[in-house]
């Protein structure tokens, strides 16, 4: 069965650490970091890079558009 | 496969869209406009229509939203942007015309520009973003204010007596001859963000074919002046705002 693998890129610095793309995300893959951007908001990061399935749910629901997702089948 | 080896143009599911610039917004952290501003981009970008585009900027939270969007853009005085919409699409039939309108600006201080638009079935886009409150000024009461949600202006909750009742002035419009979609969404889940999409694509193709007008809500949140987080005011939205203004198309003929 082709398994399908997605990777997430995050504008860290447009990013504003509103957190909705970690409740978006169904296989909890993101998380905010403890480093925070030159505006002082705690960015969005993945902490589990394995798991993202490239579902985009964490792009739909970002309201500054930071995020970018990439998907591959393997 | 490591991540870098993902990372390429071919593979791209989502991104920012092209007519959203790199503009940092001004919105709060969570803000729904935001999302709302994405979906016009996408919406427009979609169709083709970014140079035949006018947006009517409103008095209220988006009054900046012709730094962000790369399309062509006019500010209105405050709750007059469906009078200037009118003028434009009348001179330009063949322009697309939107308005992007909060309920401070839309069903408090524009109701008769707004009703009368309506009325007249001027084929314009009227984006309606209704959060309850008026965000900009800092989260004062609002016309659509629910019954006991409490704001700087009524700190112990909306009092029926004191204050009568919230306005559900897409209910209003709805009744109207001259409007031909009227309908109510949220992007609250991505599930929620798809069928909004669908659902403004329509109102646009609907003011480019002269149907009539297009009254597109978005039920959304007011993280700064509901006072709490991102997450938690969109489930006090599901469980507060969804009751009093439920999701679905009013009319759609």
């Known amino acids: ?74 | 496969m490591n991540t870098l080896e993902i990372i390429k143009p071919e593979n791209l599911v989502y991104g920012k869209p092209r007519l959203m610039n790199d503009n940092p917004m001004h919105y709060c952290p969570g803000c729904s406009h935001g999302v709302i501003h994405k979906l016009i981009a996408e919406v427009i970008e979609e169709m083709g229509m970014e140079e035949q585009t006018i947006g009517i900027a409103p008095v209220g939270c988006a009054v900046f939203a012709y730094n962000y969007l790369d399309i062509d853009w006019q500010e209105a005085a405050h709750g007059r942007a469906p009078a200037l919409a009118t003028a434009v699409k009348r001179l330009n039939p063949d322009k697309m015309v939107f308005t992007y309108q909060g309920d401070g600006d839309l069903a408090a201080i524009g109701t008769a520009e707004t009703i009368h638009a309506c009325n007249r079935g001027e084929n314009i886009v009227i984006v309606f973003v209704n959060n309850a409150i008026y965000g900009m000024t800092g989260g004062q009461m609002a016309p659509t204010t629910l019954l006991g949600m409490s704001t700087a202006t009524c700190p112990h909750g909306r009092n029926v007596e004191l204050n009568g009742y919230p306005l559900k002035i897409s209910d209003l419009l709805a009744q109207l001859d001259g409007t031909c979609l009227v309908t109510r969404q949220a992007v609250h889940t991505a599930a929620a963000v798809k069928k909004a999409k669908k659902m403004l694509r329509k109102a646009f193709e609907n003011s480019m074919s002269h149907k009539g007008t297009s009254i597109v809500e978005f039920v959304s949140t007011c993280a700064s002046g509901w006072k709490m987080s991102p997450d938690q005011s969109n489930k006090w939205m599901v469980e507060n705002m969804f009751p009093k203004y439920p999701l679905g198309d009013l009319k759609d003929i």
């Not at chain 1, 693998?5 to 860290?12: H, I, L, Q, R, S």
């Not at chain 1, 998380?31 to 739909?60: F, H, Q, T, W």
């Open chain 1, 1 to 74: 069965m082709a398994k399908i693998k997605g990777t997430v890129v995050v504008d860290t610095e447009r990013c504003k650490g509103c957190d909705l793309c970690v409740v978006a995300c169904p296989t909890d893959v993101l998380e905010l970091a403890k480093e925070v951007n030159s505006k002082g908001y705690n960015y969005a990061r993945m902490k589990n890079p394995d798991e993202c399935i490239g579902c985009a749910n964490c792009g739909y629901v970002c309201p500054d558009g930071c995020i970018t997702i990439y998907k591959v089948k393997i």
